[in-house]
């Protein structure tokens, strides 16, 4: 198994473009989900998913979309750049028995993007 | 919604000495509180967990203990070496995961 998989590494953009962040993961797993990690703020919960179809929000959803139309993919959208985007993206991806049941999380290698 | 505070932020000690991490939460329906290890530049991973019906878990060197009453759990590190040198989360969960702020340990030889 690859596990869980994000494209690209790394990725400079200009404030105001757009960009999709990819995430995938091989282990049937229902649950995914998308974290933004910062210097001294841990990691904090953008949107996630229990399953194809079905998205919500985290923490700190303003400034991206997701959507889930697979069990094995879930994309990150950045709708228009901001220096403040500026961050290390993780996606991660976990078993789950239903939404009050929590399993481990496992992360993908994280996605360095400055916006200039 | 939960919060999770994380002490202390950094933490040195020499090697052989034991660590401890200690966090606290703010929602009671919390039940699934993981611990990860991060290596700079790397992904964040799974070392211990334990859930609200546990009192304590230990694996090896590593324990954690949970105080439901009180809202607090903490990670035991004994018997520390240098490659234990990493950043600290821990997490608190009922479905959507919390994490702290992240605890930054060195070992020193």
């Known amino acids: 198994n690859a596990g869980v998989t994000q494209t690209p590494k790394f990725q400079v953009l200009k404030t105001g473009q757009s960009m999709t962040l990819q995430c995938a993961q091989d282990m049937n797993h229902e649950y995914m989900s998308w974290y933004r990690q910062d210097p001294g703020m841990g990691l904090r919960l953008i949107h996630y998913?229990?399953?194809?179809?079905?998205?919500d929000q985290g923490e700190v959803p303003n400034g991206y979309n997701v959507s889930r139309s697979t069990t094995e993919d879930f994309p990150l959208r950045l709708l228009s750049a901001a220096p403040s985007q500026t961050s290390v993206y993780f996606c991660?991806?976990?078993?789950?028995?239903?939404?009050?049941?929590?399993?481990?999380?496992?992360f993908g290698p994280g996605t360095r993007l400055t916006v200039t | 919604g939960e919060n999770v505070e994380q002490h202390p932020s950094t933490l040195s000690v020499q090697e052989g000495d034991s660590a401890v991490i200690k966090c606290t939460y703010s929602?009671?329906?919390?039940?699934?509180f993981p611990w990860y290890k991060q290596e700079l530049g790397k992904r964040p991973q799974l070392i211990i967990d334990i859930r609200s019906n546990v009192g304590e878990k230990k694996d090896q060197r590593i324990a954690v203990t949970l105080n439901k009453t009180a809202k607090h759990f903490s990670l035991h590190i004994t018997e520390t070496q240098p490659e234990d040198s990493a950043v600290y989360f821990c997490?608190?969960?009922?479905?959507?995961?919390?994490f702290g702020a992240g605890t930054r340990l060195t070992v020193k030889p």
């Open positions: 998913s229990v399953g194809a179809g079905i998205t």
């Open positions: 929602d009671s329906a919390s039940n699934y």
């Open positions: 991660a991806s976990s078993y789950s028995s239903g939404l009050a049941d929590s399993y481990e999380q496992y």
């Open positions: 997490a608190a969960s009922m479905g959507r995961m919390r």
